[in-house]
T-cell receptor, first 110, second 115 residues
Framework: GEDVEQSLFLSVREGDSSVINCTYTDSSSTYLYWYKQEPGAGLQLLTYIFSNMDMKQDQRLTVLLNKKDKHLSLRIADTQTGDSAIYFCAESIGDYKLSFGAGTTVTVRA | EPEVTQTPSHQVTQMGQEVILRCVPISNHLYFYWYRQILGQKVEFLVSFYNNEISEKSEIFDDQFSVERPDGSNFTLKIRSTKLEDSAMYFC?????????????FGPGTRLLVL
Protein backbone atom coordinates (compact mmCIF):
# COMPACT_ATOMS: atom_id res chain seq x y z
CA GLY A 1 0.00 0.00 0.00
CA GLU A 2 0.92 3.64 -0.17
CA ASP A 3 1.01 5.31 3.19
CA VAL A 4 3.34 8.03 4.36
CA GLU A 5 3.22 8.93 8.04
CA GLN A 6 4.57 12.00 9.78
CA SER A 7 4.22 13.53 13.19
CA LEU A 8 1.81 16.45 13.00
CA PHE A 9 3.52 19.16 15.03
CA LEU A 10 7.00 20.29 16.02
CA SER A 11 7.91 23.30 18.11
CA VAL A 12 11.52 24.42 18.13
CA ARG A 13 13.45 27.36 19.54
CA GLU A 14 15.12 29.72 17.10
CA GLY A 15 18.72 28.68 16.55
CA ASP A 16 18.15 25.05 17.52
CA SER A 17 18.01 22.14 15.10
CA SER A 18 14.69 20.74 13.91
CA VAL A 19 14.27 17.10 13.03
CA ILE A 20 11.17 16.00 11.14
CA ASN A 21 10.56 12.28 10.78
CA CYS A 22 8.66 10.31 8.20
CA THR A 23 7.95 6.67 7.48
CA TYR A 24 6.86 5.32 4.13
CA THR A 25 5.66 1.97 2.86
CA ASP A 26 6.64 1.50 -0.78
CA SER A 27 10.08 -0.11 -0.83
CA SER A 28 10.32 0.44 -4.59
CA SER A 29 10.20 4.22 -4.28
CA THR A 30 12.97 5.69 -6.39
CA TYR A 31 13.01 9.12 -4.84
CA LEU A 32 11.86 10.58 -1.55
CA TYR A 33 11.11 14.26 -1.22
CA TRP A 34 10.64 17.04 1.27
CA TYR A 35 8.33 19.89 0.33
CA LYS A 36 7.66 23.06 2.30
CA GLN A 37 4.33 24.89 2.37
CA GLU A 38 4.09 28.34 3.87
CA PRO A 39 0.66 29.71 4.86
CA GLY A 40 -1.52 30.24 1.80
CA ALA A 41 1.25 29.24 -0.57
CA GLY A 42 2.04 26.29 -2.80
CA LEU A 43 4.42 23.38 -2.35
CA GLN A 44 8.06 24.35 -2.58
CA LEU A 45 10.51 21.56 -3.29
CA LEU A 46 13.11 21.66 -0.54
CA THR A 47 15.23 18.64 -1.27
CA TYR A 48 15.07 15.04 -2.35
CA ILE A 49 17.12 11.89 -1.96
CA PHE A 50 17.62 9.00 -4.34
CA SER A 51 16.77 5.68 -2.75
CA ASN A 52 20.30 4.29 -3.02
CA MET A 53 21.68 7.08 -0.84
CA ASP A 54 21.84 7.21 2.95
CA MET A 55 22.37 10.89 3.41
CA LYS A 56 22.21 14.14 1.53
CA GLN A 57 23.31 17.53 2.78
CA ASP A 58 22.26 20.81 1.25
CA GLN A 59 23.32 23.89 3.23
CA ARG A 60 21.24 23.83 6.45
CA LEU A 61 19.28 20.77 5.37
CA THR A 62 20.32 17.17 6.01
CA VAL A 63 18.25 14.26 4.78
CA LEU A 64 18.80 10.82 6.27
CA LEU A 65 17.34 7.70 4.70
CA ASN A 66 17.11 4.33 6.42
CA LYS A 67 15.81 2.13 3.65
CA LYS A 68 15.64 -0.98 5.80
CA ASP A 69 13.25 0.72 8.24
CA LYS A 70 11.65 2.87 5.52
CA HIS A 71 12.42 5.93 7.59
CA LEU A 72 13.26 9.37 6.27
CA SER A 73 14.22 12.43 8.26
CA LEU A 74 14.88 16.08 7.56
CA ARG A 75 17.16 18.03 9.84
CA ILE A 76 17.18 21.82 9.66
CA ALA A 77 20.21 23.33 11.34
CA ASP A 78 20.03 26.75 13.02
CA THR A 79 16.26 26.98 12.61
CA GLN A 80 15.01 30.46 11.78
CA THR A 81 11.56 32.06 12.06
CA GLY A 82 11.30 31.85 8.26
CA ASP A 83 11.42 28.07 8.60
CA SER A 84 7.98 28.08 10.22
CA ALA A 85 5.81 26.16 7.74
CA ILE A 86 4.28 22.77 7.02
CA TYR A 87 6.78 20.19 5.81
CA PHE A 88 5.58 17.32 3.66
CA CYS A 89 7.38 14.08 3.11
CA ALA A 90 6.54 12.36 -0.20
CA GLU A 91 7.51 9.16 -1.91
CA SER A 92 7.43 8.43 -5.62
CA ILE A 93 4.98 5.67 -6.51
CA GLY A 94 5.67 4.11 -9.89
CA ASP A 95 6.57 6.57 -12.62
CA TYR A 96 3.82 9.05 -12.34
CA LYS A 97 2.73 10.06 -8.89
CA LEU A 98 3.76 11.15 -5.45
CA SER A 99 2.19 9.98 -2.22
CA PHE A 100 2.32 12.61 0.51
CA GLY A 101 2.28 12.50 4.26
CA ALA A 102 -0.14 14.67 6.21
CA GLY A 103 2.53 17.27 6.85
CA THR A 104 4.39 18.39 9.98
CA THR A 105 3.65 21.91 11.16
CA VAL A 106 6.89 23.43 12.42
CA THR A 107 6.60 26.42 14.73
CA VAL A 108 9.75 28.35 15.51
CA ARG A 109 9.61 30.28 18.76
CA ALA A 110 11.94 33.09 19.73
CA GLU B 1 14.28 30.30 -12.12
CA PRO B 2 11.48 28.71 -14.15
CA GLU B 3 8.30 27.98 -12.26
CA VAL B 4 4.85 26.51 -12.66
CA THR B 5 2.07 29.09 -12.71
CA GLN B 6 -1.63 28.61 -12.09
CA THR B 7 -4.73 30.72 -12.67
CA PRO B 8 -6.93 31.75 -11.06
CA SER B 9 -5.52 31.83 -7.56
CA HIS B 10 -9.04 31.62 -6.13
CA GLN B 11 -12.35 30.56 -7.64
CA VAL B 12 -15.80 30.49 -6.13
CA THR B 13 -18.51 28.62 -7.99
CA GLN B 14 -22.02 27.30 -7.51
CA MET B 15 -22.64 23.58 -7.16
CA GLY B 16 -23.30 22.03 -10.56
CA GLN B 17 -21.29 24.59 -12.49
CA GLU B 18 -18.31 23.75 -14.66
CA VAL B 19 -14.88 25.09 -13.72
CA ILE B 20 -11.62 25.10 -15.61
CA LEU B 21 -8.38 25.45 -13.72
CA ARG B 22 -5.38 26.52 -15.73
CA CYS B 23 -1.70 25.77 -15.40
CA VAL B 24 1.40 26.72 -17.31
CA PRO B 25 4.04 24.06 -16.62
CA ILE B 26 7.76 24.70 -16.75
CA SER B 27 8.82 25.13 -20.33
CA ASN B 28 10.15 21.92 -21.94
CA HIS B 29 8.80 19.69 -19.19
CA LEU B 30 7.08 16.61 -20.53
CA TYR B 31 5.06 15.28 -17.60
CA PHE B 32 2.15 17.10 -16.05
CA TYR B 33 0.13 16.40 -12.93
CA TRP B 34 -2.84 17.56 -10.90
CA TYR B 35 -3.12 17.09 -7.16
CA ARG B 36 -5.64 18.38 -4.68
CA GLN B 37 -5.57 19.17 -0.99
CA ILE B 38 -8.84 19.33 0.87
CA LEU B 39 -8.53 21.64 3.87
CA GLY B 40 -6.74 19.89 6.69
CA GLN B 41 -6.08 16.74 4.68
CA LYS B 42 -3.22 15.22 2.71
CA VAL B 43 -2.19 16.27 -0.76
CA GLU B 44 -3.78 13.67 -3.05
CA PHE B 45 -2.77 12.64 -6.53
CA LEU B 46 -5.45 13.10 -9.20
CA VAL B 47 -3.91 12.49 -12.60
CA SER B 48 -0.70 12.45 -14.62
CA PHE B 49 -0.42 13.34 -18.29
CA TYR B 50 2.28 12.60 -20.84
CA ASN B 51 2.43 12.70 -24.61
CA ASN B 52 -1.11 14.07 -24.83
CA GLU B 53 -2.72 11.31 -22.87
CA ILE B 54 -3.45 10.32 -19.30
CA SER B 55 -0.68 8.13 -17.86
CA GLU B 56 -2.32 7.36 -14.57
CA LYS B 57 -5.35 8.54 -12.61
CA SER B 58 -6.63 8.01 -9.11
CA GLU B 59 -10.07 6.83 -8.11
CA ILE B 60 -10.91 10.45 -7.29
CA PHE B 61 -10.52 11.34 -10.97
CA ASP B 62 -13.93 10.18 -12.15
CA ASP B 63 -15.94 11.11 -15.23
CA GLN B 64 -16.56 14.59 -13.88
CA PHE B 65 -12.89 15.41 -14.33
CA SER B 66 -10.93 15.86 -17.53
CA VAL B 67 -7.53 17.24 -18.47
CA GLU B 68 -6.31 18.82 -21.63
CA ARG B 69 -3.24 20.40 -23.12
CA PRO B 70 -4.95 22.69 -25.62
CA ASP B 71 -1.76 24.30 -26.87
CA GLY B 72 1.97 24.10 -26.33
CA SER B 73 1.94 25.82 -22.96
CA ASN B 74 -1.30 25.38 -21.02
CA PHE B 75 -2.49 22.35 -19.08
CA THR B 76 -6.06 22.46 -17.81
CA LEU B 77 -8.24 20.59 -15.34
CA LYS B 78 -11.97 20.71 -15.98
CA ILE B 79 -14.59 19.74 -13.45
CA ARG B 80 -17.85 19.33 -15.35
CA SER B 81 -20.42 19.61 -12.60
CA THR B 82 -18.89 20.71 -9.33
CA LYS B 83 -19.93 19.23 -6.01
CA LEU B 84 -19.49 20.67 -2.53
CA GLU B 85 -16.79 18.09 -1.82
CA ASP B 86 -14.71 19.37 -4.74
CA SER B 87 -13.80 22.39 -2.61
CA ALA B 88 -10.05 22.13 -2.20
CA MET B 89 -6.71 23.58 -3.22
CA TYR B 90 -5.73 22.22 -6.62
CA PHE B 91 -2.05 22.00 -7.45
CA CYS B 92 -0.53 21.55 -10.86
CA UNK B 93 2.97 20.09 -11.18
CA UNK B 94 5.39 19.27 -13.97
CA UNK B 95 8.55 17.24 -14.35
CA UNK B 96 10.98 15.98 -16.95
CA UNK B 97 13.96 16.90 -19.04
CA UNK B 98 16.26 17.13 -16.03
CA UNK B 99 18.90 14.88 -14.55
CA UNK B 100 16.39 13.78 -11.93
CA UNK B 101 13.51 13.18 -14.28
CA UNK B 102 10.96 12.42 -11.61
CA UNK B 103 11.27 15.60 -9.54
CA UNK B 104 7.94 17.36 -9.64
CA UNK B 105 7.73 21.11 -9.34
CA PHE B 106 4.46 22.50 -8.06
CA GLY B 107 2.53 25.64 -8.84
CA PRO B 108 1.08 27.92 -6.15
CA GLY B 109 -2.35 26.31 -6.39
CA THR B 110 -5.92 27.36 -7.13
CA ARG B 111 -8.25 27.48 -4.16
CA LEU B 112 -11.68 26.30 -5.32
CA LEU B 113 -14.74 26.89 -3.21
CA VAL B 114 -18.00 25.28 -4.26
CA LEU B 115 -21.14 26.76 -2.68
Amino acid sequence: GEDVEQSLFLSVREGDSSVINCTYTDSSSTYLYWYKQEPGAGLQLLTYIFSNMDMKQDQRLTVLLNKKDKHLSLRIADTQTGDSAIYFCAESIGDYKLSFGAGTTVTVRA
Amino acid sequence: EPEVTQTPSHQVTQMGQEVILRCVPISNHLYFYWYRQILGQKVEFLVSFYNNEISEKSEIFDDQFSVERPDGSNFTLKIRSTKLEDSAMYFCASSGLERDQETQYFGPGTRLLVL
